[in-house]
């Protein structure tokens, strides 16, 4: 069955701290992969996918194959990054609307 | 540019009645969707349209319908609402089938 699994419901860090959001998945064939994020009061937007290899907002992540995992890095965490965030995985080559999404961590950094 | 807006934003139903949730997008986007957001759970597919005139079932189609009205709008029918439909639920869109979603703010409906 394709699932992706966001083990951590939390994960509160201090500032500065490294961040590292988990992500698993079950998918039999070449997933695309995705970060979404929504900060407090604001809508649900795409952070990063996997295929840009892209550091936004000083995330990284990396698709790791032998693992099934695309964990979410931020090697220095910022007050600002207190947000959802929710892995997803596109099942369906070439149409990436229809997401599979993780249950989402809420990352909570205290100053 | 308002983006992706969803109508209405909070309602409750009875068991048993209809409602339709609206959603317009102003990007001259092709794709659009309709998920739902349960504790818990994460976000769920229920139907899409890749294209205007196209629609598909998603993971959880059962008790909704959807109408693509045009290329902007893409409605979401509950003909008869059950309390398992209690949920948040999101409309998005994107330009291409491979393109970034955007996503509305949301519409929460508690169904008693």
């Known amino acids: 069955a394709q699932r992706v699994t966001q083990p951590e419901k939390l994960l509160s860090v201090f500032k500065g701290a490294p961040v590292e959001l988990k992500c698993n998945y079950s998918?039999?064939?070449?997933?695309?992969l995705f970060w979404y994020v929504q900060y407090s009061r604001q809508r649900l937007q795409l952070l990063l996918r996997h295929i840009s290899r892209e550091s936004i907002k000083g995330f990284t992540a990396d698709l790791n194959k032998g693992e099934t995992s695309f964990h979410l890095k931020k090697p220095f965490a910022q007050e600002e990054d207190s947000a959802m965030y929710y892995c997803?995985?596109?099942?369906?080559?070439?149409?990436?609307?229809?997401?599979?999404f993780g249950q989402g961590t809420t990352l909570q950094v205290k100053p | 540019n308002a983006g992706v807006t969803q109508t209405p934003k909070f309602q409750v139903l009875k068991t048993g009645q209809s409602m339709t949730l609206q959603c317009a997008q102003d990007?001259?986007?092709?794709?659009m969707y309709w998920y739902r957001q349960d504790p818990g759970m994460g976000l769920r597919l229920i139907y899409y349209s890749a294209s205007e005139g196209t629609t598909d079932k998603g993971e959880v189609p059962n008790g909704y319908n959807v109408s693509r009205l045009n290329k902007r709008e893409f409605s979401l029918r509950l003909e008869s609402a059950a309390p398992s439909q209690t949920s948040v639920y999101f409309c998005?869109?994107?330009?291409?089938?491979?393109?970034?979603?955007?996503f509305g703010e949301g519409s929460r409906l508690t169904v008693l």
């Open positions: 990007m001259n986007h092709n794709s």
């Open positions: 998005a869109s994107s330009y291409t089938p491979t393109g970034e979603l955007f």
């Open positions: 998918y039999s064939g070449s997933p695309e």
């Open positions: 997803a995985l596109s099942p369906v080559s070439g149409n990436t609307g229809k997401l599979i």
